[in-house]
C-alpha cells in the first residue's frame, strides 16, 4: 500500500512538474506587453545599451583631459658599454674612447591641460643615478626636487577648446540616439506582432471556411442528387473545398515562419509558443503638424546632429587658419636642482634653475598651400550649411505627411472596423438563405470573400495605426498618450 501511494505522488509530481513547463513555455502577449519583451530582452536591445556605453566612455575620456593627471616615469638599467668619439680641440684629430656606464631615471609628474588657452602646465620631481665603471669607479646623482613647466602655442589650433564644444553635444546625441533606437526597436516588433497576428487570423479563417464548404458542400451534395442545385454550383463547392485545404497549409507555414522571426527577435527559443492578443480599441489621438516638427527638433538627435555638423565644419576652417602662416610655442621651465656623488647631498642646498624659450615658425614660401587649405575649409563649410538646410526642409516635410496620415489612420481603423462586422453579418446572412435554399453559391462565395478580405483589411489598418504612431514617436521622443517626453534611467545602464 505504501509503495503504491509513494508510486502514485511521484507519477503526480512529475505530471505537475511536467504540466508547470508547459505552462512556463507558453506566453500570452498584448502588443505593450510584447514591446515591452523587445526592449528588456531582445538582441536588438542589448545592442543599442552597448552602443551607448561605447559613447559614455569615450565622453568620460573627453572629460579626463581637464582634470589632474599623476604619472610616473622611470628607466632603470640603462647599460652602456661602447666606444666614443671625442675629437681634440686643438688638432682636431678624433680619438675613440671607452664608455662604460650604467644610467637610471624616476620621475613623478603632476600635468594639467588648460582648455581655455590650450597650454600644459606640469610639476615634477626627478632624481638621476649614473654608475660609470671605467677608467675608474664612480657614482654621481642629480636630483630635481621640483620643476614647474608651462608650455603654450601662440596662435595654434586649440583642440581642447573645440572638444570642450562637441563632446558634451556627441554625449547628448549618444542619449538621443539610444532612445531612437529603441523607439526602432518598437516600430519593428510591432510590424512583426502585427504580421503575425494577421498569418494567424488568416489560418484561423481558412479552417473556419473549411469546416463551412465542407458542410455545405453536403447540402449542396444532396440537393444535387434532387435537382435543386446545378452541377456546376456543385463543383463550385467541391472547388472552393479544395482552394481551403490549400490555403490552410500554407497559412500554417505563414503563421509558423512569422511566429519564428518574433521569436528570434524577442530573445525567445523554438521551444517558447506565443499567443498574441489583438488590440481591442485605440486611443483617439490628434496631432498637430506644428507641435510634431518643434518637439522632433527639440527631442530628437536631428537638431544635434545639424549643430555637430556645422561645427565640426567651423572646427575644420579654424585648424586650417591655424595651420596657415606664423606658429610659435612658448616654453617656461622653473625649478631647483642639485647633484653630488653622495645620495644624501644630492637634496642639500639645491640651486634654482630658470629656462625660457620661444619657437617660431613661418613659411617663407609655400606656394599658396595653407590659403588653399582654408579655403577648401571654408567650401566645405558652406556646403555643410546648405546640406542641413535642405535637410531641414525635407525633414519638415516628412514630418506633415507622417502626421496626416497618422490622423487619418483614426477614421480608416474605425470604418475597416464596422466593414469588418457588417460584412460578417451579411456572410452569415448569405449563408443561412443558401441552407433555406434561396443563395445561390455564387452569392456565398462572393460573401465569404468579402468577410475574408474585410478582417484582414481592419488589420492592416490597426498594424498601420500603430506603425504610423510609433514612428513617430521615434521622430520626436515624445509619447502622445501620456504627454511626455521618452526617456531612460541611463545612470542604471552605465550602473549595470
Known amino acids: ?19 508547470m513547463d508547459a505552462q512556463n513555455l507558453s506566453r500570452r502577449l498584448t502588443l505593450f506587453e510584447t514591446i515591452y519583451t523587445a526592449h528588456e530582452q531582445s538582441p536588438s536591445s542589448l545592442m543599442a545599451k552597448h552602443s551607448f556605453l561605447g559613447s559614455y566612455w569615450e565622453y568620460r575620456s573627453y572629460k579626463a583631459q581637464y582634470l589632474p593627471s599623476l604619472n610616473l616615469n622611470a628607466t632603470l638599467g640603462q647599460f652602456n658599454r661602447s666606444l666614443i668619439p671625442l675629437q681634440n680641440s686643438e688638432t682636431g684629430n678624433i680619438n675613440y674612447v ?42 654621481t646623482y642629480n636630483s630635481q626636487p621640483i620643476n614647474i613647466t608651462y608650455i603654450q602655442p601662440l596662435r595654434a589650433y586649440n583642440s581642447l577648446k ?17 532612445l531612437e533606437t529603441m523607439e526602432g526597436i518598437t516600430v519593428t516588433v ?48 467541391e472547388l472552393r473545398l479544395l482552394n481551403e485545404g490549400l490555403a490552410i497549409n500554407e497559412y500554417q507555414l505563414q503563421v509558423d515562419k512569422n511566429k519564428l522571426q518574433l521569436k528570434t527577435y524577442l530573445g525567445y527559443n523554438d521551444a517558447v509558443e506565443l499567443e ?43 585648424q ?50 595653407g ?35 497618422f490622423n487619418n489612420q483614426t477614421r480608416q481603423c474605425q470604418i475597416s472596423s464596422k466593414a469588418d462586422s457588417i460584412a460578417e453579418q451579411r456572410y452569415e446572412a448569405v449563408r443561412e438563405r443558401f441552407v433555406n435554399g434561396t443563395a445561390t453559391v455564387t452569392d456565398l462565395n462572393t460573401a ?31 509619447d502622445f498618450i501620456s504627454r511626455t517626453n521618452i526617456s531612460a534611467e541611463f545612470d542604471k545602464i552605465i550602473g549595470d
Do not use: C
Not at 1 to 19: C, E, H, P, Q, Y
Not at 99 to 127: E, F, H
Not at 195 to 208: C, E, G, H, P, R
Not at 336 to 347: G, I
Open 98 to 139: 671607452q664608455n662604460n656606464n650604467m644610467y637610471n631615471n624616476i620621475s613623478l609628474s603632476v600635468d594639467q591641460n588648460i582648455a581655455l588657452t590650450g597650454g600644459k602646465l606640469s610639476v615634477y620631481t626627478q632624481l638621476y643615478r649614473l654608475d660609470q665603471y671605467s677608467p675608474h669607479r664612480s657614482i
Open 190 to 237: 510591432t510590424s512583426l506582432f502585427f504580421s503575425t497576428i494577421l498569418a494567424q487570423q488568416q489560418l484561423d479563417m481558412a479552417n473556419k471556411n473549411y469546416q463551412n464548404a465542407e458542410a455545405l458542400y453536403k447540402i449542396a451534395k444532396e440537393r444535387y442528387e434532387i435537382g435543386n442545385v446545378t452541377q456546376s454550383e456543385l463543383l463550385q463547392l
Open 1 to 19: 500500500m505504501k509503495k503504491t501511494l509513494l508510486l502514485f505522488l511521484i507519477i503526480g509530481g512529475v505530471a505537475f512538474a511536467s504540466n
Open 371 to 405: 590659403k588653399g587649405r582654408v579655403k577648401t575649409a571654408k567650401s566645405r563649410e558652406n556646403v555643410v550649411r546648405t546640406q542641413a538646410e535642405l535637410d531641414n526642409a525635407e525633414r519638415r516635410q516628412d514630418l506633415m505627411i507622417k502626421v496626416v496620415q
Open 448 to 478: 465569404q470573400s468579402e468577410k475574408d478580405e474585410a478582417a484582414q483589411r481592419y488589420i492592416n489598418e490597426l498594424s498601420k495605426y500603430w506603425n504610423y504612431y510609433y514612428t513617430l514617436r521615434q521622430l520626436t521622443l515624445y
Open 162 to 178: 573645440w572638444q570642450k564644444k562637441t563632446s558634451p553635444k556627441e554625449y547628448e546625441k549618444a542619449k538621443r540616439v539610444y
Open 320 to 369: 586650417a587658419k591655424a595651420n596657415r602662416g606664423l606658429s610659435a610655442t612658448l616654453n617656461a621651465q622653473f625649478g631647483l636642482t642639485q647633484q653630488n656623488e653622495s645620495f644624501r647631498y644630492a637634496y642639500k642646498n639645491p640651486m634654482d634653475q630658470e629656462i625660457i624659450s620661444l619657437g617660431l615658425s613661418f613659411p617663407i614660401l609655400d606656394w599658396g598651400l
Open 276 to 318: 498574441l492578443v489583438l488590440p481591442d480599441s485605440i486611443p483617439t489621438i490628434m496631432m498637430d503638424v506644428a507641435e510634431v516638427v518643434d518637439l522632433s527638433y527639440a527631442n530628437s538627435s536631428f537638431g544635434l546632429t545639424q549643430e555637430l555638423s556645422i561645427l565640426y565644419a567651423e572646427q575644420a576652417v579654424a
